[in-house]
Structures are given as structure tokens and as C-alpha cells.
């Protein structure tokens, strides 16, 4: 089973404060994603990546950064974060081209005061 | 705009009783299907999925119905038990190639026992 650790797992901020979330995955796949899971909306797709260096931009990317630093790591950066961006976020990972699919982190809670 | 929209947006039915969670599209490049679950407090985990090359998958009590002319697709869960209380989440992709996927905003199903 793919493992996928998502760093913190609750995170409390104020409006206009800096908030890195970080994600490892352990099984080599080649794609990662940040999603933001609302209530009314589902999850709705970041950012994601195909590979260390490279990062697309997804349907909400409005106020956040992200970074693929290496195959196992990614980041989520909210370098001024607003109260709209209090969610819970899932990173994920995939092995494209083969069992493509999503195996998610446990989440990570965010609240923006 | 959702580009995976989802019906009910919730549902109840009693044990035993067959549950049908709907789903449509707009994008026509949209060739892969999965449909995730996700139960209170867990992360969503995929639970099953389809291609348009054939109009129907089953797996145990859980079928995808698929009618790519009116790009619509249902999921049918037969003998419902109070187990399979979850959100069910429609997702789609486009292209081989192109792993990124959407989400609709989820289908909350319970099952009175």
C-alpha cells in the first residue's frame, strides 16, 4: 500500500501568516496533488507535479505557491494566508501510466484566524 | 464552474435496498472515470472506475453505468449496507497522458439499517 504523510496534521495561522504544509510519499510514483476538500465542493485540485522541479497549476491556485523539490516531496506554500483558505488539504500521488490511481495523505486541517 | 457534477447531494435508503449516485460531465476529452469513497475522518481511497471503451463496470455489488452520448455516468450500489455510509466522489480525467483529475462535490449516502 502507498504511503503518504502529510505534515502537520492540524495547523492553526492568522490572517496574513506563512504556512508551508508539507507532503512525503514513499513509493516512487511520479505525479503528487494538493487538493482543498470543502464542504458544497468536493475536493478541488491545487496544484500538482510530475516530477522533482516541475509543478502545474490547477483549478484553485489562487494564493497558494507549490514546490516539488524532490520524486518524495512536496510542498504547499500560503505565503499570506486569508481566512478563505481555512480547509482541510490532501496530498496525493500517483503512479501515472500504470495503476493510476490516487492514494491520499490523512489531511491536513487548516484554520486561518 | 464544476466541470463533474454529482447528484443527489445526498441520499438515504434502508439496508438491502439498491442506492444510485449520479454523475455528469461537460469536457468530451474526459476518458477515465473513477468513483472514490470516503468515510468520516478518513481519506477518500478509490473504490472503483471506468473507461469509455466499454459502457458498464461491476465489481461485487457496485456497478458504472456509463452513456458517453448524453456523457453522463451512475454508480449502483445493490444490497446497500449500513457499511457503505460514505461520500462518493465522481472524478474524471482527460487523455492518456494527462493525470489530472477533477472532482464532483460528492454524493452523501446513508443506509439505515
Known amino acids: 500500500e502507498a504511503a503518504v504523510t502529510q505534515s502537520p496534521r492540524n495547523k492553526v495561522t492568522v490572517t496574513g501568516g506563512n504556512v508551508t504544509l508539507s507532503c512525503r510519499q514513499t513509493?516512487?510514483?511520479?505525479?503528487m496533488y494538493w487538493y482543498r476538500q470543502d464542504t458544497g465542493h468536493g475536493l478541488r485540485l491545487i496544484h500538482y507535479s510530475y516530477g522533482a522541479g516541475n509543478l502545474q497549476i490547477g483549478d484553485v491556485p489562487d494564493g497558494y505557491k507549490a514546490t516539488r523539490t524532490t520524486q518524495e516531496d512536496f510542498f504547499l506554500l500560503l505565503e499570506l494566508a486569508s481566512p478563505s483558505q481555512t480547509s482541510l488539504y490532501f496530498c496525493?500521488?500517483?503512479?501515472?501510466?500504470?495503476?493510476?490511481?490516487?492514494?491520499f495523505g490523512h489531511g491536513t486541517k487548516l484554520s486561518v484566524l | 464552474q464544476q466541470q463533474v457534477r454529482q447528484s443527489p447531494q445526498s441520499l438515504t435508503v434502508w439496508e438491502g435496498e439498491t442506492a444510485i449516485l449520479n454523475c455528469s460531465y461537460e469536457?468530451?476529452?474526459?476518458?477515465?472515470f473513477p468513483w472514490y469513497w470516503q468515510f468520516p475522518r478518513e481519506s477518500p481511497a478509490l473504490l472503483i472506475a471506468?473507461?469509455?471503451?466499454?459502457n458498464k463496470k461491476e465489481d461485487g455489488r457496485f456497478t458504472i453505468f456509463f452513456n458517453k452520448r448524453e456523457k453522463k455516468l451512475s454508480l449502483h450500489i445493490t444490497d446497500s449496507q449500513p457499511g457503505d455510509s460514505a461520500t462518493y466522489f465522481c472524478?474524471?480525467?482527460?487523455?492518456?497522458?494527462?493525470?489530472?483529475?477533477?472532482f464532483g462535490a460528492g454524493t452523501r449516502l446513508k443506509v439505515i439499517a
Open positions: 513509493n516512487s510514483h511520479n505525479y
Open positions: 472524478a474524471a480525467s482527460a487523455g492518456t497522458g494527462n493525470y489530472k483529475y477533477v
Open positions: 496525493a500521488s500517483s503512479d501515472a501510466g500504470g495503476d493510476e490511481r490516487l492514494f
Open positions: 469536457d468530451s476529452t474526459f476518458d477515465y
Open positions: 471506468i473507461r469509455p471503451v466499454s
